[in-house]
């Protein structure tokens, strides 16, 4: 059974930094497509970042280069180097896992930017 765990949410101003991570199991990173989505209040969850499988990654618009995703594939995990964080950056992070052709989520994890 594939099973996720995001960590590393947290309360940060203006500015800021946080760096996400996923820890997966029944698994390997390595040979999955990982994504981090979001949703923040009261909108709809949106992609963030990805790295698939071959190691190439891409992000959204919105990161404008302030988003870093990479895997360990020893630890076997996923993180998300968030850097410059905005309010409009306050969101439920989740991490996503695509293998054996279907989708695995974890729960989220909390991101709040204060002004």
């Known amino acids: 059974q594939v099973q996720l765990m995001e960590s590393g949410g947290g309360l940060v101003q203006a500015g800021g930094s946080l760096r996400l991570s996923c820890a997966v199991s029944?698994?390997?990173?390595?040979?999955?497509?990982m994504a981090w989505y979001r949703q923040g209040p009261g909108q709809q969850r949106e992609f963030v970042a990805r790295?698939?499988?071959?190691?190439?990654?891409n992000y959204a618009e919105f990161t404008k280069g302030r988003f870093s995703i990479s895997r360990d594939n020893a630890k076997n995990t996923v993180d998300l180097q968030m850097d410059s964080l905005q309010p409009e950056d306050t969101a439920v992070y989740f991490c996503?896992?695509?293998?054996?052709?279907?989708?695995?989520w974890g729960r989220g994890t909390l991101v709040t930017v204060s002004s």
């Open positions: 790295i698939t499988s071959g190691g190439d990654t």
């Open positions: 996503k896992a695509t293998r054996f052709g279907m989708d695995f």
């Open positions: 029944g698994t390997v990173v390595r040979m999955s497509d």
